[in-house]
């Protein structure tokens, strides 16, 4: 448990494209799961809080990995944050930088090649 909390809430390090793949599928399942579920909760106050509080953990853990995945090409998160204003290039060219640009192949100072 300690590990799935740590890959989805570290800030430190670096993450390839497949842990960052693995990683946003998984938080989409855990976000869709709670939604279905919450459903079945009678009070609509209730589903509200549950909807907004997974919400927001997806939020943090997608912020994390997001993170760790600009440190693999030698970026922080907030220098790449710039180019989510600009409207819909922006976001498609961050979801391709992201997705599809190869990290660094040596250690830089953000730690060493990620194993995924």
């Known amino acids: 448990m300690t590990t799935a909390l740590t890959f989805l809430f570290s800030e430190y390090g670096r993450l390839g494209r497949l842990g960052y793949a693995l990683g946003i599928g998984g938080i989409t399942v ?20 549950v909807v907004l509080v997974v919400m927001g953990a997806c939020l943090l853990a997608y912020r994390s990995l997001t993170e760790r995945r600009c440190h693999d090409f030698g970026k922080t998160f907030w220098s790449s944050l710039w180019r989510d204003q600009i409207p819909v290039i922006g976001s498609v060219w961050g979801l391709a930088e992201v997705f599809f640009k190869p990290g660094n192949a040596e250690a830089n100072e953000y730690g060493g090649v990620p194993r995924i």
Do not use: D, M, N
């Open 30 to 49: 855990l976000f869709l799961v709670a939604l279905e579920a919450s459903a079945f909760i009678p009070h609509e106050t209730a589903q509200g809080v």
